[in-house]
């Protein structure tokens, strides 16, 4: 079989190699979830690790001053038990819901949401990651806050481990919900309005005792994903704690989690293609 030259064939003409066309560069693996949250994670923490001190402050400072000023309204009893897990868990709040409101709807604002699209993660491992780096914030200042809340009121601390668990299921579920109001609002004015409308919410309805709340304020209460988290942890401080109501509690927070967390991603995903 004889091989014609190239340039023995008529003009127009092309060879196989010509004719084919090129073929694309091969990609590198995608990432995969894991190894993208944990470098997200760990980017954002000591990104945020400056105003670390300052935020614990606040946050706790905020919280046993309630409860100091509680201390001369409630005496005892189940009212004691709602105030400080209320107070408690609304360290939580203050960075998991306000904070990351107002980070998401400066990232948006600013084009930050362009520097993550250019990454190859996930959008889940985006939201997760910022996610659980401000709620890691609050583990001091939550757990400072039940320790004076328990001195103040006289609560036995026997069953404090039970923050372990309240502690990231409602962070998971609040800074869902802070990261969706972020992305979601069309200008950082209005994501940190909405972030402090949200962090009033879980102080009005998670400090107060709900015994003396109206019927359709109650009704608001049930909403609210911390007040589940609240409700696990204030039932912890009776002698012989009912524990199958607070794995209820603690499943339905964890549930709200999921799909907060879920909407967030969504709500990412809608605006880093805008």
Do not use: K
């Amino acid at each position: 079989m004889s091989v014609v030259p190239a340039g023995a064939l008529p003009a127009g003409v092309l060879t196989a190699e010509e004719a084919a066309p090129p073929r694309p560069a091969a990609l590198g693996p995608r990432a995969r979830l894991w190894p993208s949250l944990a470098a997200v994670y760990r980017a954002q923490l000591s990104r945020a690790r400056v105003a670390r001190i300052p935020l614990l402050f606040v946050a706790t400072f905020q919280s046993v001053g309630i409860m100091i000023l509680m201390r001369g309204v409630v005496d005892g009893g189940g009212e004691a038990r709602a105030v400080v897990a209320g107070s408690s868990v609304l360290v939580v709040a203050f960075v998991a819901l306000n904070l990351l409101a107002q980070y998401f709807g400066q990232l948006r604002a600013s084009g930050g949401l362009d520097h993550y699209a250019t990454l190859p993660v996930p959008p889940a491992a985006v939201v997760l990651g910022a996610a659980g780096a401000y709620a890691s914030f609050t583990v001091p200042g939550t757990v400072v806050t039940a320790v004076v809340g328990c001195a103040l009121f006289g609560l036995p601390l026997a069953h404090l481990w039970v923050l372990a668990a309240v502690i990231p299921l409602a962070g998971a579920a609040l800074a869902g919900l802070g990261a969706a109001l972020g992305l979601l609002a069309p200008r950082p004015e209005l994501a940190t309005l909405l972030g402090q409308l949200g962090m009033s919410a879980a102080l009005l309805l998670g400090v107060l005792p709900p015994e003396r709340m109206p019927e359709a304020v109650r009704l608001a209460r049930d909403l609210l994903p911390s007040t589940y988290g609240v409700e696990a942890f204030a039932r912890t401080f009776v002698p012989h704690p009912d524990w199958a109501h607070v794995l209820g509690d603690l499943a339905v927070c964890g549930v709200v989690g999921v799909i907060s967390l879920a909407v967030a991603t969504w709500a990412y995903r809608r605006a880093a293609v805008r």
